[in-house]
């Protein structure tokens, strides 16, 4: 047998020994100037950098300026982080709880109370582990001896979730004294984790790490306190629950509680709705436009239904206007950087048009509004004359009603701003988040599939754009909002499950966003089935899954 082999990347092919590792390929070829390289595709299968090659293959490296890079960088260095605070404190639990000013924000339970100081003191614990370069050793273990390994260390919530695994077996990863299992891949040791920082943040700590866009230094910490406020509102929630984790959600399914969750869900969030619309009734004397905004999938437009409903049960009779009617004419919008239409830009809208109507209608006099005809490409006017009086508000719903730019003209105190988005509060297990991405993303593959006809590699295609348009264009203006609402439902993953996992087990492992699915798939499989015979008619999660009173 030949022990050479034939490696494909970049255009061009060389030949290397059989049985080289991708790391030790790396070494040979990677341009130290270039991002990290963390893990890398073998014919578009994800592999870490110790995967050793036995046959010829087409190879393409994972480096920090890329999502999946990102991902195993931040796995590895929870994993860093949650060892440095066990050998301080051998007794302390760590939790992993969501993304937050550029980091993850985490606790560390079991301690005495967190402080500047202390943080100093794991992070320089972490410090000593990247510099010793400890390698991550993964072991293929019987799901009896995993669980034997958890209770050894205290991690009762990942016997729990492991349950729901049809595996026989399970890939745990060793470093120094702890084993661990963060559902994905690892870097192959400490030492390549040598950009991070630790940020005191009460009552917690923000574990920061470089982004996709700098990926040689840890983002820059960016305060978002009306944010944090709402994941902390959500946590408690979801603890008074009793359903901290997927373990316990498919325990509720067994046990027959999913109906009354989904019941208790849904009155939670539409006591949160009437109190905003209460809020907007007693400032009516000065409110005249409300203005939602939120990024894609968070349920803006049933939001902004369900609000209608409660601000007519408070006596007020609110006008929705579409920002899509002051869309400029197709051969005005402006191009990108890269030449091509920008239609997330808040210039696409005729902000002088939009404003000079918006501040007549508000004085109580007539105006014209147009319709955008999206076959023509051209604002049209057919006679739709409104005028308001005092007990009609403006309801705006759209991305950039945050942005001061698009009501400069309107004073703050005539405005009332929301801002709404799917904060998942539901964990997999103590050291692994649900990233409320993913839980969006999901929720916008199910409904472009539903409704729109479009595939699920489609919406891939489309989702980075997306993303981008968010950075851009809301997340930067959600602490101005007045007031922020979660549209997470507790138990909306085990509902979008059966909707979505058959589409994706679909796509073929060729396919260029296969790596993706996989990963999607894997982590939806842990969740038990629920039917969506329960959800109401009126909840947001019918605007992706179907059946909403709200449907035009």
Same mark, same amino acid.
């Given at each position: 047998?030949?022990? !050479?082999?034939?490696?494909?990347?970049?255009?061009?092919?060389?030949?290397?020994?059989?049985?080289?590792?991708?790391?030790?390929? $790396?070494?040979?070829?990677?341009?130290?100037?270039?991002?990290?390289? &963390?893990?890398?595709?073998?014919?578009?299968?994800?592999?870490?950098?110790?995967?050793?090659?036995?046959?010829?293959?087409? &190879?393409?490296? /994972?480096?920090?300026?890329?999502?999946?890079?990102?991902?195993?960088?931040?796995?590895?260095?929870?994993?860093?982080?949650?060892?440095?605070?066990?050998?301080?404190?051998?007794?302390?639990?760590?939790?992993?709880?969501?993304?937050?000013?550029?980091?993850?924000?985490?606790? /560390?339970?079991?301690?005495?109370?967190?402080?500047?100081?202390?943080?100093?003191?794991?992070?320089?614990?972490?410090?000593?582990?990247?510099?010793?370069?400890?390698?991550?050793?993964?072991?293929?273990?019987?799901?009896?001896?995993?669980?034997?390994?958890?209770?050894?260390?205290?991690?009762?919530?990942?016997?729990? &979730?492991?349950?729901?695994?049809?595996?026989?077996?399970?890939?745990?990863?060793?470093?120094? +004294?702890?084993?661990?299992?963060?559902?994905?891949?690892?870097?192959?040791?400490?030492?390549?984790? =040598?950009?991070?920082?630790?940020?005191?943040?009460?009552?917690?700590?923000?574990?920061?790490?470089?982004?996709?866009?700098?990926?040689?230094?840890?983002?820059?910490?960016?305060?978002?306190?009306?944010?944090?406020?709402?994941?902390?509102?959500?946590?408690?929630?979801?603890?008074?629950?009793?359903?901290?984790?997927?373990?316990?959600?498919?325990?509720?399914?067994?046990?027959?509680?999913?109906?009354?969750?989904?019941?208790?869900?849904?009155?939670?969030?539409?006591?949160?709705?009437? $109190?905003?619309?209460? *809020?907007?009734?007693?400032?009516?004397?000065?409110?005249?436009?409300?203005?939602?905004?939120?990024?894609?999938?968070?349920?803006? !437009?049933?939001?902004?239904?369900?609000?209608?409903?409660?601000?007519?049960?408070? +006596?007020?009779?609110?006008?929705?206007?579409?920002?899509?009617?002051?869309?400029?004419?197709?051969?005005?919008?402006?191009?990108?950087?890269?030449?091509?239409?920008?239609?997330?830009?808040?210039?696409?809208?005729?902000?002088?048009?939009?404003?000079?109507?918006?501040? %007549?209608?508000?004085?109580?006099?007539?105006?014209?509004?147009?319709?955008?005809?999206?076959?023509?490409?051209? *604002?049209?006017?057919? +006679?739709?004359?409104?005028?308001?009086?005092?007990?009609?508000?403006?309801?705006?719903?759209?991305?950039?009603?945050?942005?001061?730019?698009?009501?400069?003209?309107?004073?703050?105190?005539?405005?009332?701003?929301?801002?709404?988005?799917?904060?998942?509060?539901?964990?997999?297990?103590?050291?692994?988040?649900?990233?409320? !991405?993913?839980?969006?993303?999901?929720?916008?593959?199910?409904?472009?599939?539903?409704?729109?006809?479009?595939?699920?590699?489609? !919406?891939?295609?489309?989702?980075?754009?997306? %993303?981008?348009?968010?950075? =851009?264009?809301?997340?930067?203006?959600?602490?101005?909002?007045?007031?922020?609402?979660?549209?997470?439902?507790?138990?909306?993953? $085990?509902?979008?499950?059966?909707?979505?996992?058959?589409?994706?087990?679909?796509?073929?492992?060729?396919?260029?966003?296969?790596?993706?699915?996989? =990963?999607?798939?894997?982590?939806?499989?842990?969740?038990?089935?629920?039917?969506?015979?329960?959800?109401?008619?009126?909840?947001?999660?019918?605007?992706?899954? +179907?059946?909403? /009173?709200?449907?035009?």
């Amino acid at each position: 047998m030949p022990d !050479t082999i034939q490696i494909n990347w970049n255009g061009k092919t060389i030949e290397v020994k059989k049985g080289v590792t991708l790391q030790e390929l $790396a070494e040979q070829d990677v341009d130290p100037a270039q991002p990290l390289v &963390v893990a890398a595709k073998v014919d578009n299968r994800m592999r870490e950098l110790t995967y050793v090659l036995e046959q010829d293959c087409k &190879v393409e490296w /994972v480096d920090l300026s890329m999502n999946d890079g990102i991902r195993i960088y931040t796995r590895s260095l929870v994993f860093v982080f949650i060892r440095a605070c066990k050998e301080l404190y051998p007794d302390c639990s760590v939790t992993v709880e969501h993304s937050f000013g550029g980091g993850l924000y985490c606790e /560390v339970h079991g301690c005495d109370s967190l402080s500047p100081q202390e943080v100093e003191r794991i992070e320089m614990q972490m410090r000593s582990i990247v510099q010793s370069n400890d390698p991550f050793e993964k072991s293929v273990v019987s799901m009896d001896q995993a669980n034997r390994i958890f209770l050894q260390m205290g991690m009762k919530d990942k016997v729990e &979730v492991m349950k729901y695994r049809k595996e026989d077996s399970v890939s745990l990863y060793r470093c120094g +004294g702890l084993a661990d299992y963060l559902y994905g891949y690892m870097v192959p040791s400490t030492g390549y984790l =040598r950009e991070f920082g630790l940020k005191f943040y009460l009552p917690g700590v923000i574990l920061q790490y470089p982004s996709c866009e700098n990926p040689t230094q840890i983002r820059p910490f960016q305060d978002n306190p009306k944010l944090f406020k709402v994941f902390r509102q959500a946590e408690k929630w979801s603890m008074a629950m009793g359903i901290r984790n997927v373990a316990d959600l498919n325990r509720c399914i067994e046990e027959g509680r999913a109906a009354e969750l989904i019941r208790i869900s849904e009155a939670c969030q539409e006591k949160q709705i009437g $109190a905003i619309a209460d *809020r907007i009734q007693q400032h009516m004397d000065e409110v005249r436009m409300i203005l939602i905004a939120g990024p894609s999938s968070s349920g803006k !437009t049933t939001f902004a239904q369900r609000l209608r409903v409660q601000l007519m049960v408070n +006596g007020l009779h609110p006008v929705p206007i579409s920002m899509d009617n002051y869309f400029l004419d197709r051969d005005q919008v402006p191009l990108d950087e890269n030449g091509e239409q920008d239609l997330e830009s808040i210039d696409v809208i005729d902000l002088k048009l939009f404003n000079e109507q918006m501040t %007549r209608l508000i004085q109580g006099q007539e105006v014209e509004i147009p319709r955008y005809n999206f076959l023509t490409g051209k *604002r049209e006017y057919a +006679g739709h004359v409104i005028q308001l009086s005092p007990d009609q508000p403006i309801i705006v719903e759209g991305i950039h009603g945050l942005n001061e730019k698009l009501t400069e003209m309107i004073p703050s105190e005539n405005k009332y701003k929301i801002y709404i988005s799917a904060l998942t509060q539901l964990n997999v297990d103590d050291h692994n988040r649900i990233p409320t !991405t993913d839980a969006r993303l999901i929720r916008r593959m199910v409904r472009d599939h539903h409704f729109r006809g479009t595939s699920i590699e489609s !919406t891939l295609d489309m989702w980075p754009f997306v %993303r981008r348009g968010e950075e =851009r264009n809301i997340f930067s203006f959600q602490e101005s909002a007045d007031i922020m609402i979660n549209s997470a439902l507790l138990y909306e993953l $085990a509902v979008l499950k059966p909707y979505i996992l058959p589409l994706l087990e679909g796509i073929p492992d060729d396919h260029v966003h296969f790596p993706e699915i996989n =990963r999607l798939r894997k982590f939806l499989r842990y969740f038990l089935d629920l039917d969506s015979e329960d959800i109401p008619n009126n909840s947001i999660l019918r605007e992706f899954i +179907g059946g909403s /009173v709200f449907e035009k």
